[in-house]
C-alpha cells in the first residue's frame, strides 16, 4: 500500500498502534538517561511527526523519535544547566533546517561534497563510541540488573521474528525492569512519586539559553541527522519503488524544524526512525495515515503526567544494559556507513583523518581555547570536516596523487 493510500479507519488505527510501539522504547529512552521531562520528549515526537508529514506533503512516511546522537553532548553539557542544553539542541535544529534548504535548492550532491562517506561514516563512529564509558559506569552500578537486561534485548533482537523481533530494546527494558523490581533494586522514592503523579496534566515547559562552547559540542550531531534522514528518504523509496530524491531537502528541513521546536520547549531533537521501516517493510503498508496516528498517540499521552512518572522509575542497572548495546550500534553505524559506499581505509587520507578524528572523539580530547573548552566531539568532528578537503588537496596535488596509478590507491572500492 503506497503512502497517499489509506486503509480502512480500524485497520490505519491498528497499524499506527503498531508503530506507536515500535517508536516507544527509544524514544523514551532518551530523555531517561539524558535527565530530559519524558512526557514533553514524547508531546514533541507526535508533534515532529506531524511537522514532517505536512512539510513532505505525506510523500515520506516516517516517524520523528528522539535521537541517540544527541546523548553525547547531552551528557557532557550536564554541568552547564538545562536551558543551555537545550539551546544547543535548538541551534543544531536551525542548521539543519538551513541545510535542507540549501539541498532543496542545490541537489543532493551538496551532502557528498561537503561530508563524504569517509567523514561521514567518522564522526557518526565517533559520537556513539565516546558513549562507552557512561554505559559501563551505569553497567557497573547495577551489575546484575544490568546483565539481565542486556541479554533479553540481545535474546529478543536476535531471536525474535517479525515486529517482535524489532522491539529488543522496549522489551529488554521491560524485563530489567521487573526483574529490578523483583530484587528490590526500583527507587521506592521513584515508586511513591508515581502513586502521587495524576493522570491528567501539562508536560513540562522550559526555555533555553545559549552558550557557545555547549553550541559547538552539540553541532557534529548534524552529521549523523544528515545521514539518518537522508538513508530513511532512500529505504522507503526502495520499498515504496518510488524515486523520492527530490524528498531529501524537505525532509532535512522538517527534522530541523522538528529538532528547534523540541529543543524551544523542553525536549530532545529528533530524527527519522529505523524502528518504523522495520514495521512498514512486515506490514507492507506505506500510508502516511498510520503515521498520524501514531503521532496524535504520543501526543495524547504527552499530557499523562503519571505515564511520566512511571519512566523516571527505570534504574541505573536497566539504563545500563540498554546503553550497552545502544551506543555500540550508533558507534558501528559508522562502520555500516563505510561498507555502504564501500570506503577504502587503505588509502591514507581516509585511514590518516579518521584515526585522527576518532581517537580524539573516543578519548574524549578536552582543550581550552580562549577560555572556551571543547571535548572530544567538537574536536574530532572540526578536525575531520577541516583536515579532510585540505588534505585531499594535498594529496592531489603534492602527493602520490600526482602520479595515477603509483599505489593505485582510490578514495573508495
Known amino acids: 500500500m503506497a503512502p497517499d493510500e489509506r486503509l480502512n479507519w480500524p485497520r490505519t488505527i491498528g497499524i499506527g498502534m503498531q508503530h506507536v510501539i515500535a517508536m516507544f522504547g527509544s524514544t523514551l529512552l532518551v530523555p531517561t538517561i539524558t535527565g530530559f521531562p519524558v512526557t514533553t520528549t514524547l508531546l514533541f515526537s507526535g508533534v515532529g511527526t506531524m511537522v514532517f508529514l505536512l512539510m513532505t506533503r505525506n510523500r515520506v512516511p516516517s516517524y520523528l523519535g528522539s535521537s541517540f546522537a544527541f546523548i553525547a553532548p547531552l551528557t557532557a553539557t550536564q554541568a552547564d544547566g538545562f536551558a543551555v542544553q537545550l539551546g544547543g539542541i535548538i541551534v543544531v535544529g536551525l542548521v539543519l533546517f538551513g541545510i535542507g534548504l540549501l539541498v532543496t535548492v542545490v541537489g543532493r550532491g551538496i551532502i557528498d561534497a561537503v561530508m563524504p562517506p569517509a567523514v561521514t561514516g567518522a564522526v557518526v563512529a565517533m559520537i556513539g563510541l565516546n558513549l562507552a564509558p557512561s554505559a559501563t559506569g551505569n553497567f557497573q552500578e547495577q551489575p546484575l540488573v544490568a546483565a539481565v537486561t542486556m541479554v533479553a534485548i540481545l535474546v529478543v533482537s536476535i531471536g525474535g521474528r517479525g515486529v517482535f523481533g524489532r522491539l529488543g530494546i522496549l522489551v529488554g527494558v521491560l524485563v530489567g525492569w521487573v526483574f529490578a523490581a523483583l530484587t528490590g533494586a ?58 523520492l530524491d527530490d524528498q531529501a531537502g524537505p525532509a532535512l528541513m522538517a527534522d530541523g524544524v522538528a ?79 563505510w561498507q555502504e559506499n564501500r570506503v577504502n581505509l587503505s588509502h591514507p587520507l581516509n585511514l590518516t583523518t579518521a584515526a585522527v578524528a576518532m581517537i580524539a572523539g573516543i578519548g574524549n580530547l578536552t582543550l581550552t581555547v580562549g577560555g572556551l573548552e571543547l571535548e572530544g566531539i567538537a574536536w574530532g568532528s572540526v578536525g575531520i570536516l577541516v583536515g579532510y578537503p585540505l588534505l585531499k588537496w594535498l594529496y592531489e596535488h603534492l602527493g602520490e596523487g600526482r602520479d595515477t596509478g603509483v599505489r593505485g590507491y582510490t578514495l573508495d572500492r
Open 186 to 243: 526500583v527507587d521506592s522514592d521513584a515508586l511513591d512519586r508515581v502513586s502521587r503523579a495524576s493522570w491528567v496534566g501539562l508536560p513540562e515547559f522550559h526555555h533555553p539559553t545559549f552558550q557557545l562552547d555547549a553550541l559547538l559540542l552539540t553541532l557534529p550531531v548534524i552529521i549523523v541527522l544528515i545521514a539518518e534522514n537522508v538513508g530513511h528518504v532512500k529505504a522507503v523509496a526502495g520499498m515504496t519503488g518510488r524515486n
Open 259 to 337: 529538532t528547534a521546536l523540541a529543543g524551544g520547549f523542553g525536549g530532545s531533537g529528533t530524527t527519522t526512525y529505523a524502528e518504523n521501516i522495520g514495521v512498514m517493510a512486515s506490514s507492507r503498508v506505506y500510508s502516511t495515515a498510520a503515521y498520524w496516528v501514531a503521532a496524535l498517540t504520543a501526543a495524547v499521552l504527552a499530557f499523562v503526567p503519571k505515564f511520566g512518572a512511571v519512566i523516571q522509575t527505570i534504574p541505573t542497572g536497566v539504563l545500563g544494559g540498554a546503553a550497552m548495546v545502544l551506543y555500540g550500534m550508533i558507534g558501528l553505524l559508522g562502520v555500516k556507513i
